[in-house]
């Protein structure tokens, strides 16, 4: 049996008259890649913010690694990191004073050694003395990733994570999502980006109107659209195959 790493119930939230969440409900499995999706103004920030205790809701509960967001928010966010839209990083730092920063805010032991593993994780070894002013978005998105991997929380909520970055970019970021759930940690994601859940995601779920209107796996997801007529047809390269491949960035993987 999976561990539930995240449990939601019945959650409600209004701004005044704005009804946004009407009563959402899901699971996330520990060490699994939950992408939620929605349109603009769906409700995903609002959400995040109740999970991640910035926010309070008005009826229903989540637990977050075992805790009750609104009885115990202090243990809430001892279990997790966030990474919203605008990232943390300070332009004025490098890279590598970015990092130690961080840790020291969180009181690990060996600050220096920590940020010298998050760079080379995050392949910013090279950049690692640069201001991250000079960084480009992708980099600037990674170095926003291992921030907020400092002390490895094990649950990591990433609101758009890939907004405003190129393909090259998204896929840096995808890897690395990838490789943090494979080592256990649990990800929780919010994307406009369907081939970004489809490419992640072990578990996907669509917010509509204040719900959630489906939640499955991308297989029983497209079970649920069935193609109204078979057709055989050569597969085509997307245009992210056909760009990259351009670029010469495929047999770096
Ligand atoms: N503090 C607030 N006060 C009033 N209304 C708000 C507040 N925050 C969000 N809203 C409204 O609630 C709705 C949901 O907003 P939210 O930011 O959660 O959506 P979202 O799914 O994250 O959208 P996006 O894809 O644009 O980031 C929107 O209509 C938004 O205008
Ligand atoms: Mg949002």
Redesign the pocket.
């Known amino acids: 049996m999976q561990n539930v790493s995240i449990k939601v119930e019945n959650l409600q939230k209004s701004?005044?008259k704005?009804d946004?969440l009407k009563g959402v409900n899901f699971t996330v499995e520990q060490g699994s890649i939950f992408a939620l999706l929605?349109?603009?103004?769906?409700?995903?920030?609002?959400?995040?913010?109740i999970l991640t205790t910035l926010l309070k809701q008005d009826s229903g509960t989540a637990i977050v690694n075992g805790f009750d967001v609104a009885s115990k928010p202090d243990h809430v966010r001892q279990s997790l990191s966030l990474t919203g839209?605008f990232a943390a990083v300070d332009e004025i730092l490098t890279g590598q004073e970015n990092l130690i920063m961080i840790a020291r805010l969180r009181h690990l032991k060996h600050p220096r050694q920590v940020a010298d593993e998050l760079l080379t994780r995050f392949g910013l070894t090279d950049a690692a003395n640069r201001r991250a002013s000079t960084y480009s978005g992708g980099m600037r998105r990674r170095l926003d990733l291992a921030m907020s991997l400092v002390g490895t929380p094990p649950i990591l909520f990433l609101?758009?994570p890939t907004t405003g970055l190129d393909p090259e970019g998204r896929i840096e970021v995808w890897k690395v999502v990838k490789e943090l759930a494979d080592g256990g940690i649990t990800v929780f994601l919010?994307t406009?980006y369907l081939d970004e859940a489809e490419q992640l995601a072990d578990h996907i779920a669509i917010?509509h109107e204040g719900k959630i209107i489906a939640s499955g796996t991308l297989m029983e997801l497209k079970k649920l659209f069935p193609p109204a007529e078979v057709e055989y047809v050569e597969k085509q390269p997307t245009l992210e195959e056909i760009f990259l491949a351009i670029i010469g960035k495929k047999e770096e993987k």
Request: glycine content about 14%; overall charge positive; proline content about 0%.
């Open positions: 701004y005044k704005l946004v929605g349109s603009n103004g769906a409700g995903k920030t609002t959400l995040i913010k839209q609101d758009e919010t406009q917010l």
